[in-house]
């Protein structure tokens, strides 16, 4: 099912009434989830992720711009005849249910033309159950599971009315780290397996850019940049969505084109022959520093960090915009760690330049 969101907006009136503001939750959202794959909608907390994926989902009407499935317009539909899955992050099963009763409920509630018979709900339910990998704990109680069992619970319940879209709100905040990484893989396994158009909402990039196929960067409501996880990474728009992806984070400098160089501090890091004289912003990923001690920037080296595969330098310098410069490097490469600076030279495919007003990408030849 492909999902079509044409210049979707979202304003909320005030609570205050002291304050006149409306939110603009969401702006002028225009994008096309492709068939059969999972889009993640992705940014710090507030950006609008949530309130577009309950307009996906009918929970709450734009205020304007329209929602297509497939050829249909269902701007207008209520959430249960939209033919939606939706997992919360607290998503509250019955406790007094065994798993299998609460994977059965809603169909328990489908009336007229869709209602099942018995054995057609029993058979969906252990198809979903096997699914998602709990078919042998259809007669537990939710209380007798683990968080990452109960969530699959939750799934499953998500999926067994056969929905032409899922929609993921956060489903993994709940869970310890390691059970996060392994749901999150579930997650992509299940997907992959029912071929379901599903949209994912979080705030965690390395989750987002792990699993989806495509990824919607939003700040304040407004798309960012759209595109496929690692294309997005390597080439960022602008300035918000170059510090929001990566970890660890790009290191930022203010620095200077001069003449076709760019200047930060008086070092002259790269050639930049076809941009204009001006102040602007440096970006610099931590994996685009070659350790060269005659190379043509140098940072002064606070302590090396080993850890298992990566070296990592922790360093300042005096035009840095962040709190500290991490640079990985090779680990056969070796860096005496009683050095009190480090000479590098700068991977061209791993350094941005954007504009100081606008914080937008300027492009020059790789
Ligand atoms: P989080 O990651 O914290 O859940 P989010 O990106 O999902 O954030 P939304 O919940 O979509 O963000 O909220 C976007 C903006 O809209 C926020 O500024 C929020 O305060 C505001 N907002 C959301 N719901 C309402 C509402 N019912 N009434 C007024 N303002 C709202």
């Not at 792990?210 to 595109?227: A, F, H």
């Not at 002064?300 to 991490?326: C, F, Q, T, Y």
């Amino acid at each position: 099912m492909i999902v079509d969101l044409q210049n979707l907006t979202k304003v909320f009136p005030s609570r205050n009434k002291k304050e006149k503001e409306m939110v603009t939750a969401v702006s002028d959202f225009t994008f096309t989830i492709p068939d059969g794959k999972l889009v993640g909608l992705l940014g710090p907390s507030g950006c609008g992720k949530s309130t577009t994926l309950y307009m996906i989902c009918g929970l709450q009407k734009p205020s304007s711009g329209k929602i297509f499935f497939g050829d249909n317009d269902v701007t207008q539909l209520p959430p249960e005849s939209r033919g939606v899955g939706l997992v919360f992050q607290n998503y509250a099963l019955y406790p007094h249910m065994t798993v299998k009763q609460n994977i059965m409920f809603p169909l328990q509630n489908l009336k007229g033309a869709d209602k099942l018979d018995k054995d057609e709900m029993l058979k969906r339910t252990v198809e979903v159950a096997r699914i998602v990998q709990i078919d042998d704990l259809l007669e537990r109680k939710p209380n007798e599971l683990s968080g990452g069992q109960q969530q699959r619970v939750a799934i499953a319940r998500a999926l067994v009315k056969m929905p032409r879209v899922l929609l993921l709100d956060e489903p993994l905040s709940n869970l310890d780290a390691r059970l996060r990484l392994q749901t999150r893989e579930e997650i992509r396994r299940i997907q992959r397996e029912t071929g379901i158009t599903t949209v994912f909402v979080t705030h965690d990039q390395e989750e987002a850019m792990s699993i989806s196929d495509m990824i919607v960067v939003m700040k304040k409501g407004v798309v960012q940049q759209t595109g496929h996880p690692q294309d997005v990474y390597n080439s960022p728009e602008n300035l918000f969505v170059a510090k929001f992806l990566g970890t660890p984070p790009i290191n930022v400098f203010d620095a200077t084109v001069r003449s076709g160089k760019v200047y930060i501090g008086d070092e002259a890091v790269i050639d930049v022959p076809d941009v204009p004289d001006q102040e602007v912003i440096v970006g610099i990923r931590p994996e685009g520093f070659i350790v060269r001690p005659e190379g043509r920037f140098h940072c002064a080296l606070n302590g090396v960090e080993v850890m298992g595969r990566d070296v990592s330098l922790v360093m300042n310098h005096p035009a840095m915009n962040v709190p500290v410069i991490r640079a990985i490097i090779d680990a056969d490469v070796t860096v005496d760690p009683e050095a009190t600076e480090v000479g590098f030279d700068i991977k061209r495919n791993k350094i941005f330049l954007f504009e100081k007003e606008t914080e937008a990408r300027i492009f020059f030849e790789v």
